[in-house]
């Protein structure tokens, strides 16, 4: 039937993140042709009614930072209990023997675990192209699966020889990555309204690439009207890194090379000061924050009550799968949410608002506004959560969906289009793939 016409029905609640963040009780979402036409009660017409009665509606949730590709490196045994470094080291000879189909299966996976945790646009970040991977493997894995992809070329530059951590048959030549950037922009990049695809220019960290590349890839993506993204101030380590490489601070050193702007999103940011804090803000600069890999690598809790109370544009990320080592995006809001509150105190941050930041707060961090919120004219991605079940039995308000509420998804849509329907995936053969992808795992290991 493709995506004309379709009425949802009934919904409990609906929690449209609009403007006003209205809550509407027992409402109808009329859905055509990707677009969200009309919120109300008793609304009528529909080639197709979806019933909604005993479920919690919510706009698609954001994905901010991933690397796809890592879904085939989770709980390794010897990086299972690394710091960042010495899990990157652990990582990368294993990464170095990644084909076209190992990038194709995992970020097919990567995504169908993210679809079920009600994710409908996702942001990746490849920044190791070893033995004929692309960037166009990943975008083509998203294309079959129909989830809205923002996919970043990343790049790596100065291996081990020249001080940096990758190992020297992990990185590339600048002219060569560059050349690749413009390559991929205008192969595949859209500009336009509802767009499905969009790619952005993310040099892996300041420890892999060098000024000058950080330097060139701004002024090309400034050219080319697309976004940059990269890792920054992760942990003490890179603190120490960026003080005794460059002389400054993670946030300094982002500013000297152009790296601010309503263009520019940094994943993680846990050891940003009060100063850079408030440089973002400035700038309107955004922040992924990752919570669980935050944990999972022991670099500490990210400072998101300071961050948003100054300004700072701040989404989720689930990571990558090595790291966190799961991709499930409403669990790694609950998890964001949980942290604030021990860090900070239980009033400082609720569950509403931890929706909003995976929601409406990642699409405007990837520059989404035609997303991330359910409102008439915006883009139809929406999730539809059960709450009749068990996860929310005795729940006085299902609404608080990371209090008490499932993890999966009954039914997602992007762009007006089911994804998921009755907690399973429409648009891949889930069983194959998941067969495919162990194996590529296993023969992975067999050959450490």
Not at 38 to 63: K, R, Y
Not at 207 to 216: C, N
Not at 247 to 259: D, F, I, K, S, T
Request: hydrophobic fraction near 40%.
């Amino acid at each position: 039937m493709g995506s004309t016409d379709l009425l949802i029905k009934n919904a409990d609640y609906v929690l449209t993140m609009d403007d006003a963040r209205r809550e509407l009780r027992d409402a109808d979402l009329l859905l055509r042709d990707g677009v969200i036409v009309e919120i109300g009660q008793g609304l009528t017409g529909g080639h197709q009614i979806i019933d909604a009665s005993g479920c919690l509606v919510t706009p698609g949730l954001v994905n901010t930072h991933h690397h796809l590709f890592q879904s085939l490196t989770r709980a390794v045994p010897a990086a299972q209990d690394a710091m960042l470094f010495g899990w990157l080291q652990t990582l990368y000879p294993i990464w170095a023997r990644l084909t076209p189909e190992h990038i194709y299966t995992s970020t097919q996976v990567g995504l169908a675990e993210l679809a079920l945790s009600g994710c409908t646009l996702s942001s990746d970040h490849l920044y190791l192209f070893p033995n004929g991977a692309r960037l166009d493997d990943s975008i083509a894995a998203a294309t079959e699966i129909g989830l809205r992809f923002h996919p970043t070329r990343g790049s790596m530059s100065i291996g081990r020889s020249r001080g940096g951590l990758p190992p020297d048959e992990l990185v590339e030549e600048e002219a060569a990555i560059l050349e690749d950037c413009l390559r991929l922009i205008d192969a595949h990049h859209d500009a336009g309204e509802g767009a499905m695809c969009r790619v952005a220019l993310a040099p892996c960290s300041p420890f892999s690439v060098s000024r000058d590349l950080m330097r060139e890839t701004a002024l090309l993506a400034r050219d080319k009207g697309v976004m940059m993204h990269t890792h920054l101030a992760e942990n003490d380590e890179d603190i120490a890194y960026s003080l005794e490489a460059f002389n400054c601070r993670p946030g300094q050193y982002a500013e000297q090379l152009g790296w601010v702007g309503p263009d520019v999103w940094h994943a993680h940011c846990v050891k940003l000061d009060a100063e850079e804090i408030d440089l973002f803000a400035k700038t309107q600069t955004g922040v992924a924050h990752c919570p669980c890999s935050n944990c999972r690598l022991g670099s500490g809790i990210a400072p998101v009550r300071a961050m948003r109370d100054r300004g700072v544009k701040v989404g989720l990320g689930v990571d990558g799968s090595a790291s966190n080592d799961a991709g499930n995006l409403v669990a790694e809001a609950r998890q964001a949410m949980l942290l604030q509150r021990v860090a900070f105190g239980a009033q400082q941050m609720s569950a509403r608002e931890t929706l909003e930041i995976a929601t409406r707060g990642g699409a405007d961090v990837l520059g989404r506004s035609d997303c991330g919120r359910l409102a008439v004219g915006k883009r139809a991605d929406l999730a539809i959560w059960d709450v009749s079940g068990i996860e929310s039995a005795g729940s006085w308000d299902p609404a608080a969906l990371l209090l008490a509420g499932p993890t999966t998804v009954r039914d997602l849509f992007v762009e007006g289009k089911p994804i998921v329907r009755d907690g399973q995936v429409l648009t891949l053969d889930m069983r194959g793939l998941i067969q495919r992808q162990n194996q590529l795992a296993l023969t992975l290991g067999a050959e450490l």
